[in-house]
T-cell receptor
């Protein structure tokens, strides 16, 4: 079973709102990721957690705040977003953060900022 | 740095036609190579992968062979179906890290 579950599937928020995206995996994977995907573009890496510690932050603005409460859960807290942040946000996980290891993606959360 | 180049789309084929989507890469060391598929309105699904030279990945009738000498990982399918219509991304992971480098994606449209 290679399932990464994301909630909510769709989210509309105002620029002054605070919301969170949630991600869960029960595959025992020790690396978890957030990607952002704009229409007709490939996903762009935002954050990587390795063994529950933030290992990569791709210079993401502070209005995006990741959190890894435990090895199965990954959150992305959103605050004071801009309309250009509207995109598909993909969570992913992998067994270990190694070169040969496959990264599995969730279905994504469609975010619209109004 | 690492990079992946895919053929531009969209690619439009008739059902049962042969499919090739070209993918070439530049990377340090010996990367692992992946094809992901994204159906409309969905996330990315792993289609197939190869971790060393001459490996062939295959799944759902799709195949790709890791060619180190030509730094390529072309995706092929002998007979496409309408249900194969999607965007296909070639990607690599290199250097022992956990960053996926994606190509720009190729949209495939299969018509009856």
């Amino acid at each position: 079973d290679t399932e990464v579950t994301q909630t909510p599937k769709h989210l509309v928020m105002g620029m002054t709102n605070k919301k969170s995206l949630k991600c869960e995996q029960h595959m025992g994977h020790r690396a978890m990721y957030w990607y952002k995907q704009k229409a007709k573009k490939p996903p762009e890496l935002m954050f990587v957690y390795s063994y529950e510690k933030l290992s990569i932050n791709e210079s993401v603005p502070s209005r995006f705040s990741p959190e890894c409460p435990n090895s199965s859960l990954l959150n992305l807290h959103l605050h004071a977003l801009q309309p250009e942040d509207s995109a598909l946000y993909l969570c992913a996980s992998s067994q270990d953060p190694g070169a040969g290891d496959t990264i599995y993606f969730g279905e994504g959360s469609w975010l619209t900022v109004v | 740095g690492d990079s992946v180049t895919q053929m531009e789309g969209p690619v439009t084929l008739s059902e049962e036609a042969f499919l090739t989507i070209n993918c070439t890469y530049t990377a340090t060391g010996y990367p692992s190579l992946f094809w992901y598929v994204q159906y409309p309105g969905e996330g990315l699904q792993l289609l197939l992968k190869a971790t060393k030279a001459d490996d062939k990945g295959s799944n759902k009738g799709f195949e790709a062979t890791y060619r180190k000498e030509t730094t390529s990982f072309h995706l092929e399918k002998g007979s496409v179906q309408v249900s194969d219509s999607a965007v296909y991304f070639c990607a690599l992971k290199a250097g022992g890290g956990n960053k996926l480098t994606f190509g720009t994606g190729t949209q495939l449209k299969v018509e009856l």
